[in-house]
């Protein structure tokens, strides 16, 4: 029988790493859905809103021709994106807090305009298909799907080959165990046809911009993916999902929220109800 991509198990870096943290924490956020509207819920918060946004600004020129990604300024590209999370709609409770937030994404994106090194190369943009990410079966027989987005796949003319970038609005560094470049060296080696030839974080928020990054050995990348999305299934299948601290910060705002302590602000694209908390 063929596999059914309905009835899989998909994973991702971000829904690995909530089950990592926490197994309730990935139930409530990946699973559990709201059954007054049909949806799973998101909580939005001001970090989230700006990483989200200078993101946003730096896709979308991926898909323009070279000559065209800088004619407009990425600050005035900024303006119509950050309008929709503006306010409650990106966790701000305080306009001048939102302001400060807003100046940290302008100076993040002036950085990148004033150095804009890979983003003026040729870039590939991955085909999302039918299921609106680029996704491909790590595991036909256990039915689990791999799924993401890359930021920014440079194209090594030279090498005809691709170079990884994951942009970082944050203010700590990825942890050396984290799954984040076996995950995206993966998604990258087959969901496209060229060869992965290296791989970078762009922290966008301090001067030493782009940091390379040594590529996982592919075979150790999907052991330890496999291993996690092996778990993630069998938790889905027995419907196991406890916090080990029977209450941490990964899943008490959401267990928050379903005690009515959260404050609905709106309706994500991925049909997600967002919410806030104030306190």
């Known amino acids: 029988m063929a596999p059914d991509k309905y009835s899989a198990t998909w994973v991702s870096h971000s829904s690995i790493s909530d089950f990592l943290k926490c197994p309730r924490g990935y139930f409530l956020r990946n699973v559990y859905k709201d059954p007054k509207t049909g949806h799973k819920m998101a909580i939005v918060t001001p970090p989230m ?24 300024s990425l600050v005035k590209r900024l303006d119509p994106v950050w309008e ?14 939102e302001m400060e937030y807003k100046e940290r994404a302008i100076r993040m994106l002036i950085n990148l305009q004033e150095e804009p ?7 590939i943009k991955i085909k999302t298909g039918s299921m609106g990410l ?3 079966y790590l595991s036909e027989e256990d039915n689990i799907i791999l799924c ?9 003319e030279k090498k005809n080959a691709v170079h990884i970038i994951d942009f970082k ?18 998604l990258a080696t087959n969901t496209q046809t060229k060869k992965v030839a290296k791989a970078s974080y762009w922290y966008l928020d301090r001067d030493d911009g782009i940091v390379e990054k040594k590529l996982p050995n592919m075979d150790d990348a999907y052991e330890k993916v496999s291993k996690v999305a092996r778990r993630i299934k069998l938790a889905r299948q ?6 080990p601290l029977k209450g941490c910060r990964n899943c008490i705002p959401y267990e928050r929220i379903l005690k009515g302590e959260g404050e609905k602000v709106g309706v994500s694209d991925t049909r997600q109800d967002v919410y806030i908390l104030t306190d």
């Open 84 to 97: 929709k999370n503006s306010g409650k709609l990106g966790g701000f409770s305080d306009h001048n807090i």
């Open 148 to 156: 993401g987005k890359i930021d920014w796949l440079e194209y090594l």
């Open 238 to 243: 027995l419907k196991h999902f406890l916090c």
């Open 134 to 136: 680029p996704n491909y």
């Open 169 to 186: 609005t944050g203010k700590y560094e990825e942890k050396e165990d984290s799954l984040q470049l076996p995950i995206y060296l993966l």
């Open 117 to 123: 090194g890979p983003i003026l190369n040729k870039a």
């Open 49 to 72: 809103a700006l990483g989200g946004a200078v993101h946003e600004v730096i896709e979308s020129l991926a898909v323009l021709p070279v000559t065209d990604r800088l004619k407009i």
